[in-house]
């Protein structure tokens, strides 16, 4: 079976030869089912089994090893633990990703195996399926929260659209606000035959970002990319307006709409219930990711007491100091202290700072759907959920490219842009993701593509590290460092890891 799965994977049209297998990967699931690994181990996993066999460099301040069977994984507290993995399971993620290409194939085939034992086991590894695959699966769920014959009526005033459905639809239970949207303009003539309904949301996720409500903003100016805003407290109802926004992300999702709003990297996995990462800084303040960054690669010892466990912010004109811990203002930062010093200021300003307004946010998501519902989706997938799957114009792109240590004929760059035509496109988008932070395409095109400092185009720099490395991304530049791979195959193969395994950072390493 493992040798006619891995030959059938480069076989396109194999549908009928995956079916004659598929009782042998169904008594092969069947008898794994008892496996349990954190899902946060397999990524990593991953870039060792599809041909990271010596070492991968996950982040820019250190190396990991991908030792087996004690792998790295992120925790909760941004700081790399190891988590023992068994033979048996080892083996079984080994398999599992090799052919993962057939299993997805057999999935998009009969995407009702999913829902049942033994393929519902992939569930508990959402790394190895598609998204296509995981978005079905999540469509079916969604199913069973409809109401028959339900409907929510909306009668809004274009000018007033956010309070207007603030008003009408947050009286409503979870279970009402389920039922079909009936959109009415005001003073208009018109049947909601849907087109009402697709033109309220793009209005309305537009209303959630009006700095007037100052709820959302943006999270460097010209990305586009929001997030909740520190002193929204300023709104004395903004803890009601983010559950409302919640529960209206939610229920565009649950209507299979798309919303025209992108959050960061960090919010999206807030959403999600995923720990953020110290790295998730890079969209949210470049200033201080830089600061942290210097803090993090260079010997501190000389500037021992130009910082302490404490930050001093300004609210409305006064200044206060909060400690990181106890009594932090009177500890100095070292070199034997300084990674807990980043994930302690990361975490107030990612997550303590605005807790808050993301825990109001969730509530009303999670009113709709379930975070249950969405537990097998990452934070690339999540934004394609909620703003849709973006054409990437490849020429586009590559007119608007630069490269450094390359050049446009380098044989390197000429398989990236070969390797990018071949992708899905949802694999297109997902470089763009890597690369940039978001999905999002500007609006006339990469060339106006923005970086944390002002317009900064796609670059692809040499990353003379070796040909073991998986490529690596600066998303506060859009900045690609791609390896010297020595063949297309390679290349290939790693930029997909990367991409679709590798979006996430592994600690301090």
């Given at each position: 079976?493992n040798?006619?799965l891995?030959?059938l ?9 995956l ?7 169904q ?5 794994h089912q008892n ?7 397999i ?7 599809a041909g990271?066999q ?9 190396a ?6 004690t792998l ?10 190891e988590?023992p993995l068994s ?5 079984f ?5 090799r052919?993962?290409n057939?299993l ?28 296509p695959?995981k978005?079905?699966h ?21 000018d007033?659209?956010?309070n ?8 409503k ?17 018109g049947?909601?035959a849907?087109g009402?309904?697709r033109?309220?949301?793009q ?8 700095p007037?409500?100052?709820l959302?903003g ?5 990305s586009?990319t929001?997030q ?12 009601q ?6 529960r209206?992300?939610?229920k ?9 709003c992108h959050?960061?990297r ?8 995923i720990?953020?990462s110290?790295?998730d800084l890079?969209?949210?303040?470049e200033s201080?990711?830089?600061g ?9 010892s ?17 200044v ?12 100095n930062?070292?070199?034997d ?11 107030r300003?990612?997550?303590?700072a605005?807790?808050?307004q993301i ?8 009113e ?7 537990k097998?989706?990452?934070?690339q997938d999540l934004?394609l ?6 054409e990437v114009?490849?020429?586009?792109l ?5 490269y ?17 035509r ?6 297109r ?8 932070g978001t999905g999002?395409?500007?609006?006339g095109?990469?060339a ?7 317009p900064?185009?796609f ?6 590290g ?8 600066h998303?506060?530049?859009n900045?690609?460092?791609l ?12 930029l997909?890891l990367a991409?679709?395994?590798?979006s996430?950072g592994?600690?301090f390493?």
């Amino acid at each position: 079976m493992n040798k006619c799965l891995h030959e059938l994977s480069a076989i396109p049209h194999a549908n009928q030869v995956l079916d004659l297998l598929k009782p042998l990967v169904q008594a092969f699931l069947f008898t794994h089912q008892n496996i349990r690994v954190s899902p946060r181990v397999i990524a990593q996993h991953m870039q060792q089994s599809a041909g990271e066999q010596k070492k991968s460099e996950t982040v820019a301040t250190g190396a990991v090893a991908l030792a087996s069977p004690t792998l790295r994984t992120p925790s909760s507290n941004l700081l790399s633990v190891e988590e023992p993995l068994s033979v048996t399971a080892e083996q079984f993620i080994q398999f599992i990703d090799r052919h993962r290409n057939g299993l997805n194939a057999l999935l998009k085939r009969q995407p009702q195996l999913l829902s049942q034992a033994p393929f519902s086991l992939l569930l508990r590894f959402p790394a190895v399926l598609e998204f296509p695959v995981k978005e079905a699966h999540f469509r079916q769920r969604l199913k069973k929260f409809k109401l028959r014959g339900g409907r929510v009526r909306l009668n809004i005033s274009r000018d007033n659209l956010f309070n207007d459905s603030y008003q009408q639809l947050m009286n409503k239970s979870a279970q009402d606000l389920r039922g079909r949207l009936d959109v009415h303009f005001r003073g208009e003539e018109g049947i909601d035959a849907g087109g009402l309904t697709r033109e309220f949301y793009q209005k309305l996720s537009t209303e959630m970002m009006n700095p007037n409500y100052a709820l959302f903003g943006m999270s460097s100016v010209g990305s586009e990319t929001y997030q909740p805003m520190q002193h929204s407290g300023i709104n004395p109802d903004h803890l009601q307006f983010f559950r409302f926004c919640g529960r209206m992300v939610a229920k565009a999702i649950f209507d299979h709409e798309l919303l025209d709003c992108h959050f960061t990297r960090a919010f999206y996995k807030q959403i999600l219930g995923i720990p953020v990462s110290w790295r998730d800084l890079a969209a949210v303040d470049e200033s201080l990711y830089k600061g942290l960054l210097f803090i993090l690669e260079n010997d501190i010892s000389p500037m021992e007491g130009d910082w302490v466990f404490a930050e001093d912010v300004t609210e409305f004109g006064v200044v206060k100091t909060y400690d990181l811990k106890e009594n932090g203002r009177d500890i100095n930062v070292t070199n034997d202290n300084k990674k807990e010093y980043v994930r302690l200021i990361a975490n107030r300003h990612l997550t303590e700072a605005i807790k808050e307004q993301i825990e109001a946010f969730q509530k009303g998501f999670y009113e709709l759907i379930p975070q249950e519902e969405i537990k097998l989706f990452d934070e690339q997938d999540l934004e394609l959920i909620i703003s849709g799957l973006p054409e990437v114009d490849i020429e586009d792109l590559r007119a608007n490219t630069e490269y450094r240590s390359y050049s446009s004929s380098s044989p390197q760059i000429q398989w990236f842009w070969r390797a990018v035509r071949s992708f899905e496109p949802e694999e297109r988008v997902k470089l763009v993701q890597f690369v940039t932070g978001t999905g999002r395409i500007p609006v006339g095109g990469f060339a106006r593509l923005v970086g944390m400092s002002g317009p900064q185009k796609f670059n692809i720099h040499k990353d003379s590290g070796g040909a073991h490395r998986l490529p690596q991304a600066h998303t506060c530049f859009n900045q690609l460092d791609l390896p010297e791979y020595d063949t297309y195959e390679q290349l290939r193969t790693s930029l997909l890891l990367a991409i679709t395994e590798a979006s996430e950072g592994f600690g301090f390493g």
